[in-house]
Nanobody, 115 residues
Framework: QVQLVESGGGLVQAGESLRLSCVAS????????MNWYRQAPGKQREWVAV??????TNYADSVKGRFTISRDNKNVVYLQMNSLKPEDTAVYYC??????????WGQGTQVTVSS
């Protein structure tokens, strides 16, 4: 089993930055990709960014150039969010893609951006 715990959310003003962290524990060797998703009030959960086991990254168009996904050499994945906008307000979730074993989700961390 894999467990994920997010942290780093908060309330910021437009234009400011936040860094989210996701700590993975358990059978982390089974993780293929790590993703960040977000869900705004009244909207569907949307994919934000991915980092592969080999370090490749990709981003949703809405955050490209502002957000950066990275990881340490152990078990932490980060989402650096710069130039935040009110439309970035959402609960942000860490997600582990375990291939045929499915997915695991964290509990989410709230990010609120005021205008």
């Amino acid at each position: 089993q894999v467990q994920l715990v997010e942290s780093g959310g908060g309330l910021v003003q437009a234009g400011e930055s936040l860094r989210l962290s996701c700590v993975a524990s358990g059978s982390i060797f089974s993780i293929n990709f790590m993703n960040w998703y977000r869900q705004a009030p009244g909207k569907q959960r949307e994919w934000v960014a991915v980092i592969t086991r080999g370090g490749g990254t990709n981003y949703a168009d809405s955050v490209k150039g502002r957000f950066t996904i990275s990881r340490d050499n152990k078990n932490v994945v980060y989402l650096q969010m710069n130039s935040l906008k009110p439309e970035d307000t959402a609960v942000y979730y860490c997600n582990a893609d375990l291939g045929h074993l499915g997915h695991r989700w964290g509990q989410g961390t709230q990010v609120t951006v005021s205008s």
